[in-house]
């Protein structure tokens, strides 16, 4: 039987030939799987671009490519994805934009959140948007409006100096006054662009954006949903058993234990970091449908 320990403890047991094994970064694996979901998302958007038979159909699987972006962006803002620092700033940046979530204060708020993972007082991503505790809130919280208009108020805010967050230190606060600034005048540009780009820009992007939200939405309150309150990532993060589509749009984040256990792993390695902790995992589901179910089941409880 395996002894109970957390993850420090864990992590501190890692033969050190081992730790560094698993944090070797990679441009040749990171630019393949870039090319692939990359490629994915530019051929479903040739196919609604052109028109061809049933493309209003292939807007849902292209607003999925799109959405899933931002679990790029948070890879990035570990710098793992690459070995080379500037690909994983400019995808970060580029990928952030997809997804209307400015890079560097990205960052900052992620990072938080690894610090303080499910404190409901200090983990920013719960702090101010609890989890569904019922039926409405869970049909409201997979509809995304509450994050779409988290994320452009914010950056707007931002943009006229409002960065009163406390996970942003002050050395970094000029540059996220810049980058919201250009991202504000990014989508400003777009909204007053000529019809015809602007009938374009709905169809590629904006309207597939929203479509896709909802499957973020699901995928992302999986990671810590109805996850104690408590430090030791072995108990406050969920691992999910997933298909290979599911583990390739989200860049191995499923693993995501793993992940928190040990964010310097990079996505590729992940898989292979499962073999060394899974005798350690605590809190798993088989697969998103299981997930929500006892989610939902939670309501009924309650």
């Known amino acids: 039987m395996t002894a109970e320990i957390d993850h420090k403890a864990f992590l501190a047991s890692l033969p ?5 094994a698993l944090i070797k970064r990679s441009n040749r694996h990171g630019l393949v799987h870039l090319t692939l979901f990359w490629g994915l998302m530019l051929g479903l958007g040739i196919l609604v671009y052109f028109r061809v038979p049933g493309w209003p159909l292939l807007m849902l699987p292209l607003g999925i490519c799109i959405i899933f972006n931002f679990t790029l962006a948070h890879e990035c803002t570990h710098q793992t994805p690459f070995k080379s620092r500037p690909i994983n700033e400019l995808v ?8 209307f979530v400015p890079f560097l204060w990205f960052r900052a708020f992620h990072l938080a959140h690894h610090r303080h993972t499910n404190d409901p007082m200090r983990d920013p991503e719960i702090k101010d948007a609890p989890r569904p505790e019922g039926w409405s809130d ?6 995304g409006l509450t994050t779409w208009w988290g994320q452009l108020s914010g950056t707007l805010g931002r943009a006229f100096g409002r960065i009163d967050c406390s996970y942003v230190g002050k050395s970094a606060r000029v540059k996220i006054l810049v980058e919201a600034i250009i991202h504000v005048c990014f989508y400003m540009l777009i909204v007053f662009s000529s019809l015809k780009l602007s009938t374009e820009i ?12 909802p499957f973020l939405r699901l ?4 990671e810590h949903g109805r996850c104690p309150e408590v430090v030791n990532m072995f108990e406050n993060t969920r691992t999910v058993f997933t298909t290979r589509v ?3 749009l989200a860049w191995n984040m499923p693993y995501h234990v793993e992940h928190h256990t040990f964010p310097q792993v990079p996505f590729y390695l992940l898989p292979e970091f499962h073999e060394d902790v899974q005798a350690h995992l605590k809190i798993t589901s088989e697969g998103y449908p299981a997930f929500h179910r006892a989610y939902i089941q939670g309501f009924e409880a309650g």
């Open 16 to 20: 050190a030939a081992r730790r560094n």
């Open 92 to 99: 970060g940046h580029i990928s952030g934009a997809l997804v």
């Open 138 to 143: 869970y049909l409201w919280h997979l509809l």
């Open 202 to 213: 709905l169809i590629l992007w904006i309207i597939p954006a929203i479509l896709g939200q």
């Open 219 to 222: 995928y992302l309150l999986a």
């Open 246 to 248: 599911v583990r390739f």
